[in-house]
């Protein structure tokens, strides 16, 4: 028989995969990404061996027969995020909400807490990060105290989940994931092995009872979740919360969700009386634009079910010795790199020794390719030094690699956004032009490629 006891292994904080020696790279492909811990060895009385197993009879049911609980989701008070979570959030789920360190986690929680203690009672907000009376100041000035709001400040998993199974709250929040440890393993608190043993334990006592239970999970630099992937594997629904630090914009987007779909987003403004919804996100966006200026063009995006209007900007500059800087914020490095080759290639621009900046203003990352032909418009106008024509113009398209524009889904509600915005021209891929059923108050302008597009929209 394995004798018991702690003993050491080689966690993949990509994967989870557990190693008994270490591996410079793992089986998942990542390399040097194993860090050492110990753990409880339970392979000896491992609850999974067949011999301990009672035995029982399990019966598949006719999907018919099943009832969906879908529809019981509960109001957290905050309409951005009840959208995210697909209109609400269900009973018994689990969330992951992870974002960069003072982004704004615990202050939206601390919000939804309150508004969930007002409408169904109590609420426990435990906290490895803060003591009672930090939570108590921020509730103060965000006006989120409720007499059903609990503050627990603990970070032993143990006590946690016998408070709540005492407590019996209606929701309950952990903040965060990365400070609870759990006494049965040896491992220091958000280490891997710690953080996924601790996430599958909390989801499997929210399950159990039914407790909708938020986690926060701070992520490292590069945006990666501190911890195994393995925890969004595990959970229902991962948000991401994220915005310039020093900018007000947050944006929240979800990333999984077993309830809902992945494509809305919820703004939200950083404020003194904490996060505010911002229901006109284009209207807040355009608001500080540079509109008429070289470099500025306008173009919009889908984020879920809403068009979003945003503004790109660029400058293009000579470079000092040495090679070409590109750089770009809110827009993927490797498609500006492709799209100042199509340029170059496809409508003559030089740019070889200029540096290029692109940054999509309001610090929005929207997704998607439909924003190629702004990007590049952009780029041209302040290369050229020749702004919009006109700067009520919309500008929309993905580019392809022979400088062709290939057409984007749905623009009929974005110029209905536009529209709304005081746009008067849209500018889109001809494919789009010529099966064109939208508002008839817009000009629709259409182009074959790169080099009319950018002839149509820039001033002569
Ligand atoms: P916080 O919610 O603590 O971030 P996280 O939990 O993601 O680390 O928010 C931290 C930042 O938000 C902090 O720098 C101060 C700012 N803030 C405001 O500007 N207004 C407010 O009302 C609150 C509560 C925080
Ligand atoms: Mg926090």
Known sequence: MAKKGPKTVFVCSECGYESPKWMGQCICGAWNTFTEERVADTSASSALSSKNREHRIVKPAPIRDIVSGETERMDTGIGELNRVLGGGLIKGSLTLISGEPGIGKSTILLQAAAGIARKYGRVLY???????????????????????????????????????????????????????YSSQLTSAAGSVSQVRA????????????????????????SGDLAGPKIVEHLVDTVLNFSGERNHGFRILRSYKNRFGNTSEIGAFEMSSEGLREIADLSAS???????????????????????????VQALVSPSGVGFARRSSIGFDPGRLNM????????????????????????GIRPEGTSIDLAVAAAISSAALGRPMADPRTIVLGEIGLTGELRGISQPERIASEAARMGFTKILMPEKNRIRWSGPENIEII??????????????H
């Open 126 to 180: 435990v906290s490895g990060e803060e003591s009672g009376e930090q939570i108590r100041l921020r509730a103060d000035r965000i006006g989120g105290l409720s007499d059903d709001l609990y503050l627990l400040s603990e970070t032993e998993l143990e006590l946690i989940l016998d408070a709540v199974a005492e407590f019996k709250p209606v929701f309950l929040i952990i903040d965060s994931i990365q400070t609870v």
């Open 198 to 221: 601790c996430t599958a334990e909390i989801m499997r006592v929210v399950k159990q009872a039914g407790i909708p239970a938020f986690i926060v999970a701070h992520v490292t630099k």
């Open 285 to 311: 966006v355009l608001e500080e634009t540079s509109r008429g200026a070289e470099g500025s063009v306008v173009t919009a995006v889908y984020e879920g079910s809403r068009p979003l209007l945003l503004e």
């Open 339 to 362: 799209i100042i080759a199509v340029l170059e290639k496809r409508t003559g621009l030089k740019l070889m020794s200029s540096d290029v900046y692109v940054n999509v203003a309001g």
């Open 446 to 459: 259409g182009a074959k490629d790169l080099r009319e597009a950018v002839n149509k929209v820039l001033q």
